[in-house]
């Protein structure tokens, strides 16, 4: 008797589970493809987020957080220092060329594991066994530190291009400090808002918002091809120049690399929204790369545009604005009103990168935390039921942009120099894990079946991937200026130092015993 009432209750689970599928969307959502399933059951993984993310969607995600023209636009100043506009065209094609490599390696590692702690996780099933567990850990500090430090630096510079635009507009305006630190808690807590209570309509918003980047880039791009007066070809490529003052032309260049850099940082931000995305494996990898050569054709049209629109360097270098794009746009319309509004387009989508950076950053939190990674790591990996997110690591998130943001009051030499380091930890976290899946390929090691590949050429496009992130972390340290005065010193080399070394004693004191790596958890039947 006891045995027929089990096999009836087995039966009964089985077809109000059966009637859930087919009744409720929320429960199919969860569920994602078959594909979405295996890959979660492979990796140990419980499905707790909604899978409303498609392709057009994630795209448009990437696209934004990324915002290679805007950013092309708005961090203009440090490449016209170094190395002029023939040194920023060259040296943005190099860039672009080198994070092409990048992203195609971190593409294949995302179909491979598509999970949402990304690089940690990578490494943690790609580095060497007895090093699997101490390197994973240390790539999941430096996703959260390069993560974590975003929030308030995309915050910060929509807010500081909002105080370019009243000064355009007010000329006796002068902003003070405590004016940055509201706007980037403004910021934020906009971000906020769309990251909780309108959390559903994300994918929405993502498809929205990219409709704006595409048309913005156009009204920006028609208005100083037709309106602005333009120098010489042979002026434009041809005119490198060393405005910094390093006495050689070449590593004036170099070091201003790192605005392409940041323009087209970001890569593993899709990744992170993974458990998100129905059928990850094969939608994410695609969506990655065709957003790496969108942003990077749209972001070397913007830049060539606005070398030929300069007029004189040094003014539009000075300008009061402290955004050179600005005054270029004004030069162009001699419109205060159009000026404003075209401007405002990189406002806008500035603000929407820090939406979509508040995602990536607690998803990624969300996931080391769930793996034992961070203190509090029951907290932080709660779902709570009927949300769908990882509610607390969003708050957390919030939390610490505006702790970080209240630094600027005291000094905005030390909150550029934190808001920055997420660039050195994300190229780090970058480093380990593609060369981890290279000496895999070295060793002849068997790789995960994959939906997208690398194949014969895995090894070469690892490898170069490896050397040119290598070089551009050592140029992240750099200062903007040779023998820089301490406010103008770039002290992120201090600040990773001392991050590193705080993630290694927590590992030792306690981390070691509670993180084991999501390696351990992989179901190896599968």
Same mark, same amino acid.
């Given at each position: 008797?006891?045995?027929?009432?089990?096999?009836?209750?087995?039966?009964?689970?089985?077809?109000?589970?059966?009637?859930?599928? &087919?009744?409720?969307?929320?429960?199919?959502?969860?569920?994602?493809?078959?594909? $979405? &399933?295996?890959?979660? &059951?492979?990796?140990?993984?419980?499905q707790e987020l909604r899978r409303n993310f498609r392709f057009v969607s994630i795209f448009g995600y990437s696209m934004i957080l990324m915002a290679t023209w805007e950013t092309v636009l708005t961090t203009l100043g440090l490449p016209l220092l170094n190395g002029g506009t023939g040194g920023a065209i060259f040296v943005f094609i190099g860039t672009a060329i080198g994070m092409g490599f990048v992203i195609v390696s971190m593409a294949e590692m995302a179909s491979m594991a598509p999970t949402s702690g990304g690089q940690y996780h990578w490494v943690s099933e790609f580095a060497p066994r007895e090093h699997q567990k101490f390197l994973s850990y240390i790539v999941g500090?430096?996703?959260?530190?390069?993560?974590q430090t975003g929030i308030p630096s995309i915050a910060f510079l929509a807010g500081t291009q909002i105080q370019g635009l009243i000064i355009l507009n007010n000329e006796t305006y002068a902003p003070e400090r405590w004016h940055g630190t509201l706007l980037i808690i403004a910021v934020a807590s906009f971000s906020i808002v769309f990251n909780t209570l309108l959390a559903r309509k994300l994918p929405l918003v993502e498809g929205t918002v990219l409709i704006l980047h595409i048309f913005g880039f156009f009204a920006i791009f028609i208005t100083l091809w037709v309106l602005a007066p333009r120098s010489k070809p042979s002026d434009v490529f041809g005119q490198f120049q060393d405005n910094?003052?390093?006495?050689?032309?070449?590593?004036?260049?170099?070091?201003?690399?790192?605005a392409p850099?940041?323009?087209?940082?970001?890569? $593993?931000?899709?990744?992170?929204?993974s458990e998100e995305l129905r059928d990850a494996s094969y939608t994410l990898p695609r969506?990655?790369?065709?957003?790496?050569?969108?942003?990077?054709?749209?972001?070397?049209?913007?830049?060539?545009?606005?070398?030929?629109?300069?007029?004189?360097?040094?003014?539009?270098?000075?300008t009061p604005t402290m955004f050179p794009h600005i005054q270029v746009i004004y030069?162009?319309?001699?419109?205060?009103?159009?000026?404003?509004?075209l401007a405002s387009i990189t406002v806008i989508l500035a603000v929407f990168g820090c939406v979509n950076n508040v995602a990536t950053s607690s998803r990624q939190l969300f996931a080391f935390a769930r793996d034992n990674g961070m203190p509090f790591?029951?907290?932080?990996?709660?779902?709570?039921?009927?949300?769908?997110?990882?509610?607390?690591?969003?708050?957390?998130?919030?939390t610490v942009a505006i702790l970080l943001s209240l630094i600027n009051i005291g000094s905005t030499v030390a909150f550029n120099s934190i808001a920055s380091l997420g660039t050195c930890a994300l190229l780090s976290s970058y480093i380990i894990s593609i060369s981890c899946i290279w000496l895999k390929r070295w060793r002849g090691e068997a790789?995960?079946?994959?939906?997208?590949?690398?194949?014969?050429?895995?090894?070469?496009?690892?490898?170069?991937?490896?050397?040119?992130?290598?070089?551009?972390?050592?140029?992240?340290?750099?200062?903007?200026?040779?023998?820089?005065?301490? $406010?103008?010193?770039?002290?992120?080399?201090?600040?990773?130092?001392?991050?590193?070394?705080?993630?290694?004693?927590?590992?030792?004191?306690k981390g070691r015993h509670m993180y084991v790596g999501p390696v351990e958890y992989i179901n190896k039947d599968l």
């Open positions: 008797m006891e045995d027929l009432k089990a096999a009836d209750t087995v039966v009964h689970s089985r077809d109000s589970a059966s009637a859930e599928s &087919q009744e409720d969307p929320v429960f199919q959502e969860k569920k994602g493809s078959p594909d $979405d &399933q295996k890959d979660m &059951q492979r990796m140990g993984k419980t500090w430096l996703c959260v530190l390069g993560w910094a003052g390093w006495g050689n032309v070449g590593l004036s260049c170099l070091v201003g690399q790192l850099i940041f323009s087209l940082l970001g890569s $593993d931000a899709a990744t992170h929204m969506a990655m790369l065709w957003t790496a050569i969108s942003n990077s054709i749209l972001g070397l049209v913007m830049l060539i545009t606005f070398c030929f629109c300069l007029g004189d360097v040094e003014s539009v270098i000075s030069n162009a319309t001699n419109s205060l009103a159009g000026t404003t509004v790591g029951a907290f932080l990996s709660r779902v709570h039921p009927g949300w769908d997110i990882p509610l607390n690591s969003v708050l957390v998130s919030f790789l995960l079946p994959s939906r997208f590949t690398l194949g014969k050429f895995g090894i070469w496009i690892n490898g170069a991937s490896v050397v040119y992130l290598c070089i551009a972390l050592i140029f992240s340290f750099f200062p903007s200026f040779p023998h820089p005065t301490p $406010d103008l010193m770039n002290w992120n080399i201090l600040i990773y130092g001392c991050t590193i070394i705080f993630s290694l004693v927590y590992f030792m004191v």
